[in-house]
């Protein structure tokens, strides 16, 4: 299942650092982090609970900016 979502990333470096950590996220087949858009587009593995997911992006991203916010 894909999802699109409304991100705030202050900084291009730091997108690319939170996209290469939430890939590797367990309960994600994909994630696109598009630091001109602010939009993260997630493909979630099946039968995965979405929300448990986000929050663990959303915890992954603020380890690296603070100022991470996810929009949903």
């Keep these: 299942m894909i999802k699109k979502y409304h991100v705030e990333v202050d900084c291009a470096n730091c997108a ?3 996209e290469d ?3 590797k ?3 994600i087949k994909s994630l696109q982090m598009n630091f001109m858009a602010q939009k993260m ?4 593995e099946d039968g995965q609970d979405v929300e448990a997911v986000l929050n663990q992006i959303e915890k992954t991203c603020k380890k690296v900016e603070r100022g991470f916010e996810l929009y949903r």
């Design 16 to 18: 690319a650092k939170m």
């Design 41 to 44: 587009t997630v493909d979630f």
């Design 25 to 27: 996220l367990p309960g």
């Design 21 to 23: 950590a939430c890939k």
